[in-house]
């Protein structure tokens, strides 16, 4: 007789056939619905990647279009006649945009819109813009100076050679504020949408034969489309081929789903038999998968490691072999010995566990604990346990004991790495601004003050750069134990970054105190440092401020440390500074410099000085210095210390000495070919790699002869990379310029230089020449030094002759050249055409004792 089970089974197998036959039927049109909607959607998407492709075209070439646009250089070349040899000979407006980019025609028009330069085709043309826009152009023109306005430009769609092209028109404009669009012309871009650019575009953006046709076409049923308008100009309509992802994933998984179907079908008529045989054996397996089950909740629930059961009194009565290998006991140890005596809690923890009412079904907490193992070892563990009942009584416990000390650990290394710089071990700036947080809210007085002192290195990064980051390191590292040693256990030393640390320092000190441990730090950085046989010397730079004196909040405070630093390091490095109000309103006068400087730089408010140099025997004319100055528009005319600082600072004097090396030699041109022109150099340019090509630019865009130009250099271009400035001295003199050391004599390492840097000139500082004519050991260094030039070869030039006994000693002591106010005062353009003139005669007769001409 078949059970009620069975016959529930056979009643229940009759539903599943309608059942599954329902399922599938619904997940065959879902199907059908789902893949109708994938066509559509992909049709959609196809339709939205065109448009993106042709916006990512246009705003290609509107990138470069107004690039070459808003320059002031294409200004410069264009604005009232086309520089050809710069447009299409330099190819700056030349085949390039062609082969780079596509453009078929670029066109430079006149304010009125005539045609000035073309290139077709990547070749010079002589075709006027209007013999493919028409009438079109004027209104185009027209957008262009309206969207000049916003840094833009104007585009449309035009018919142009029987195809399809997008045109785009900029202003040529000096800068942003520049309107006056009378005497503005304008850059033209005529890109052709040839079959060639439009496979390539389909290409990219997943386009199959994509097509570009004049005019607004209807849709077609089996290809997308696109229509795009331009006023003035044409509508153009782009079609393109689909694959429908939809129905190839219908012919993939409809057969799948039918397969699949029948065998469901098949698999209820099978479980149909099986269920029969399965309920009989079912109350057999009850017992013994409830047990299963209970057990396996037991394990589930705690963070396994090694399990245990005890008895009521939670006296061992099971560990597992986990337990040996985690403690290093034995389980023969321990068994039969209470559980609390190993891990150390109070019996009382486990014994409200079977307190708990079981029907609460909620999971309990770990216990955590701690142990001694075999080795004595501390570690940490979390206790999982549950009550063992049996007849409804407590018959023990039994759970799972976590061990967790890695865990720990790692949390506590993790949190001193988030606290502390990894290299010198000091505080980091989390640390530091979590230390100033608290030391603010405890309260800083007037009784208990806090200073905070902001300590940069001096000559750090030649060493990183000569020895290598691991010297560097080690460098960081000795500075750090210095400063730790030189404050007290409340105060903090962090590391912030680099070569930069603060120091808080708290305690009523007075500044004396204060300057005292500054001192004591600056010494002890100072000293002689042995790493891996080479002995460094570095320097440091230190800005103190006081709160509440100075600041009531850590910002304010670590802002004006940072000030007073900048102070320090302004006056010359190796120093301290307090933080005075005053220092503050230096910083935003030079920010206000920096901003003009930048201005300047764009509206080209600056010219050169010539200052001459004669021969110091006959005061034959040999050359002159270039000297920049700033006509600024509110403060007057500024001489160079007044801006070359803050343009060396912010690195605005990389621009400036383009434009001083372009001017200088393009100006030298008109000389007589014997003058030489003498360009001053900074050191930052030598920390860059582009120096050379820049020098050689000029060189090549002038096309003056480089035996003419002489770049004056400083000591300090030599003590900040030795190495590095010999090689690039080598790559200049290759270029065939001049080389002359500046200021020669102030260094303490300068002779050794002259032996090993190829050198063509060099120039006695004129703190030497000042008193020569009274000062008999001065006399002696200025002899000396034209005694070693001519030993090498050099060039000797005085500087700062500013008297003629002074000029006359300098004869006497066969220097080479002079330059000074006696000679010459710095002469303007036009001035020192004058001078060049009115030397001819004079160089004629070689009279020494005739009187300079004077401005």
């Not at 017992?287 to 090694?306: G, I, K, P």
């Not at 300068?750 to 063509?760: C, E, G, V």
């Amino acid at each position: 007789m078949p059970t009620q089970l069975n016959r529930v089974a056979r009643q229940a197998s009759l539903g599943f056939f309608a059942l599954v036959t329902l399922i599938f039927t619904l997940a065959g049109w879902m199907l059908f619905d789902l893949c109708a909607r994938i066509d559509e959607q992909q049709r959609h998407h196809s339709e939205a990647d065109a448009q993106r492709a042709l916006e990512t075209r246009l705003d290609r070439l509107g990138r470069v279009l107004t690039d070459y646009s808003f320059w002031m250089e294409a200004y410069a070349r264009t604005s009232k006649k086309v520089d050809v040899n710069w447009a299409y000979e330099e190819d700056n407006v030349g085949p390039s945009l062609y082969s780079d980019y596509g453009v078929n025609g670029a066109f430079i028009l006149a304010p009125n819109g005539v045609t000035r330069y073309a290139v077709v085709g990547g070749g010079r043309s002589k075709m006027q813009l209007d013999t493919w826009l028409g009438d079109d152009q004027a209104t185009l023109l027209a957008q262009a100076r309206e969207r000049s306005l916003k840094d833009g430009h104007a585009q449309g769609y035009f018919l142009i050679e029987g195809k399809p092209a997008s045109v785009m028109v900029a202003v040529i404009r000096p800068d942003a504020t520049y309107q006056d669009f009378k005497r503005l012309s304008y850059m033209v871009f005529v890109d052709i949408l040839t079959p060639d650019k439009l496979a390539q575009l389909g290409q990219l953006f997943d386009l199959h034969g994509l097509t570009a046709q004049p005019g607004a076409l209807p849709a077609l049923a089996e290809r997308p489309t696109l229509v795009v308008r331009s006023d003035p100009g044409i509508a153009v309509t782009f079609h393109w081929l689909v694959h429908g992802m939809g129905q190839r994933l219908l012919a993939q998984f409809l057969p799948l789903l039918a397969t699949m179907c029948g065998l469901a079908l098949l698999l209820v008529w099978y479980l149909r038999r099986r269920i029969a045989l399965a309920a009989r054996q079912t109350d057999v397996a009850e017992d013994a998968l409830r047990h299963s089950e209970q057990r396996f909740r037991t394990v589930s629930e705690a963070s396994s490691d090694w399990i245990w059961e005890s008895d009521a009194e939670q006296r061992l009565a099971y560990l597992s072999e986990r337990f040996v290998a985690v403690t290093g006991f034995s389980r023969e140890a321990w068994l039969g010995r209470p559980l609390h005596e190993l891990l150390g809690y109070p019996p009382s923890q486990v014994e409200e566990v079977a307190r708990t009412p079981l029907a609460a079904g909620r999971s309990r907490r770990p216990l955590p604990c701690e142990m001694r193992d075999a080795q004595a070892k501390l570690r940490y563990c979390q206790l999982s346990a549950q009550p063992i009942i049996s007849g409804g009584l407590l018959a023990g416990f039994r759970g799972t004991v976590c061990d967790v000390t890695e865990e720990i650990e790692a949390k506590a290394r993790i949190e001193h790495i988030s606290q502390h710089d990894a290299l010198t071990g000091l505080a980091n700036r989390h640390q530091l601004h979590r230390y100033l947080a608290q030391r603010f809210a405890e309260g800083v007085s007037a009784s208990q003050p806090l200073h905070l002192l902001a300590l940069d290195l001096d000559r750090f990064k030649p060493v990183n750069d000569s020895l290598g980051h691991g010297a560097g390191d080690q460098v960081l590292c000795q500075v750090a134990r210095e400063l730790r040693a030189s404050v007290r256990e409340g105060d903090l030393v962090a590391r912030i970054g680099g070569d930069e640390f603060v120091i808080a320092v708290n305690g009523c000190l007075s500044a004396e105190q204060v300057s005292l441990l500054c001192n004591r730090m600056l010494e002890g950085i100072g000293r002689t440092m042995r790493i891996d046989e080479h002995d460094i010397n570095i320097g440091a730079s230190v800005g103190i401020a006081q709160a509440p004196q100075d600041g009531h909040s850590a910002e304010d405070l670590l802002r004006y440390a940072d000030i007073a630093l900048y102070e320090a390091k302004a006056a010359g490095r190796n120093t301290l500074r307090f933080y005075e109000p005053t220092m503050n309103q230096r910083i935003l006068a030079r920010r206000q410099l920096e901003t003009e400087l930048r201005l300047g730089l764009q509206r080209l408010e600056f010219e050169l000085d010539f200052q001459p140099r004669f021969d110091a025997s006959s005061q034959r004319l040999l050359g002159a210095e270039a000297l920049v100055r700033w006509n600024h528009p509110i403060r007057g005319r500024l001489a160079p210390a007044e801006f070359i600082g803050v343009a060396e600072e912010t690195g605005l004097i990389l621009g400036l000495s383009d434009w001083v090396l372009q001017e200088a030699c393009s100006q030298a041109m008109d000389w007589s070919p014997e003058l030489i022109v003498s360009i001053n150099l900074s050191p930052l340019e030598f920390q860059r790699d582009d120096l050379v090509a820049r020098i050689h630019k000029v060189l090549e865009r002038t096309g003056i002869d480089p035996a003419r130009v002489e770049l004056e250099l400083t000591e300090n271009v030599l003590l900040d990379d030795a190495a590095g400035a010999l090689e690039l001295m080598k790559k200049l003199k290759a270029l065939g310029v001049r080389l002359s050391m500046d200021d020669f004599g102030t260094g303490y390492s300068s002779l050794s230089y002259l032996r090993t840097y190829p050198f063509d000139c060099l120039k006695i500082d004129r703190s030497f020449v000042s008193n020569i004519e009274v000062s008999e050991s001065n006399a002696a260094i200025v002899e000396a030094i034209v005694s070693m030039g001519r030993a090498l070869s050099l060039t000797v030039v005085a500087e700062g002759i500013e008297t003629a006994g002074q000029l006359a000693r300098i004869a006497d002591l066969k220097c080479d050249q002079a330059q000074g106010f006696h000679l010459q005062r710095p002469l303007s353009q036009a001035r020192f055409a004058a001078l060049r003139e009115q030397s001819q005669p004079r160089e004629a007769s070689n009279d020494a004792s005739r009187t300079p001409v004077t401005y």
